[in-house]
């Protein structure tokens, strides 16, 4: 079974950091994509980030890019969101995702990363105190 765990949330002033955690198993990275995902209170969920399998290829959506940066530890089976220059607008529950990688390009977001993700964890909420 995949299981996917999100770590690392808290509260941190404006302007400040935070490194979300996705701890994974239950598949392989190479042939996987890892999202990252947020949903403020009473707005819709939206993609943040993605890392596609094995050519670790990363994508933003426009909002952070320059200040987020997706990375993974594979040996570790883990996926990291080091978070710069958090703004209150970044206040959210964030999530992990997976899914096996599209093969088909109209499977592919504008951003890069697959529309659908199958496989969730549990998120993690952070605050951006301003």
């Known amino acids: 079974d995949v299981q996917l765990q999100a770590s690392g949330g808290g509260l941190v002033q404006a302007g400040g950091s935070l490194t979300l955690s996705c701890e994974a198993s239950g598949f392989f990275f190479d042939d996987h994509t890892i999202g990252w995902f947020r949903q403020a209170p009473g707005k819709e969920r939206e993609g943040v980030s993605c890392l596609i399998d094995a050519d670790d290829r990363t994508y933003y959506t426009d909002s952070v890019k320059g200040r987020f940066s997706i990375s993974s530890d594979r040996p570790k089976n883990m996926v990291y969101l080091q978070m710069n220059s958090l703004q209150p607008e970044d206040t959210a529950v964030y999530y992990c995702?997976?899914?096996?990688?599209?093969?088909?390009?109209?499977?592919?977001?504008?951003?890069?990363?697959?529309?659908?993700?199958?496989?969730w964890g549990q998120g993690t909420l952070v605050t951006v105190s301003s």
């Open positions: 995702a997976a899914v096996s990688t599209p093969r088909r390009p109209t499977d592919f977001n504008e951003y890069g990363c697959p529309a659908v993700f199958d496989s």
